[in-house]
């Protein structure tokens, strides 16, 4: 009965850290966009490729990191949590530029490739 406590009690501590992490990462994008329609500062601009409500991710996982341009709509993804999770114990939350996660990209591509969640997120996209 302790022991159900106890990592009741880690699993809430963890996604309160996650909801604030996702929380910094929307808030960082927001400010992004706004500094960069205030002023041109290549340092602080970001990327054409990321369009409004999407985010870069970096997989690493060894060598090879790949880039991804990742809807918003996945930061409610379970296995994507899970990957923020995991990039928040490994790398911590001040970080600047694309979001890095400890993943082999071709998993990273398996979970973006999830149909069901792509449906979800371009009826929400309409």
């Given at each position: 009965?302790?022991?159900?406590?106890i990592?009741s009690?880690?699993k809430?501590?963890?996604?309160?850290?996650l909801?604030?992490?996702?929380?910094?990462?929307?808030?960082s994008l927001?400010?992004?966009?706004?500094?960069?329609?205030?002023?041109?500062?290549?340092?602080?601009?970001?990327?054409?490729?990321v369009?409004e409500?999407?985010?870069?991710?970096?997989?690493?996982?060894?060598?090879?990191?790949?880039r991804?341009?990742?809807?918003l709509?996945y930061?409610a993804h379970?296995?994507?949590l899970?990957?923020?999770?995991?990039?928040a114990?490994?790398?911590?939350?001040?970080?600047e530029g694309?979001?890095?996660?400890?993943c082999?990209?071709?998993?990273l591509?398996?979970i973006l490739s999830d149909?069901?969640?792509q449906?979800?997120?371009?009826?929400s996209?309409?």
């Open positions: 009965m302790a022991k159900s406590r990592n009690g880690k809430k501590n963890s996604i309160v850290k909801k604030v992490a996702v929380e910094k990462l929307q808030w927001l400010l992004s966009r706004k500094s960069n329609s205030s002023f041109e500062d290549d340092s602080t601009s970001v990327p054409e490729d369009k409500g999407h985010f870069a991710v970096i997989a690493v996982d060894g060598d090879k990191p790949k991804f341009v990742v809807p709509s930061l379970p296995t994507f899970k990957l923020l999770e995991q990039a114990e490994e790398y911590g939350f001040d970080h694309a979001l890095t996660i400890p082999l990209p071709s998993e591509e398996k149909e069901q969640w449906k979800k997120d371009s009826s996209s309409s």
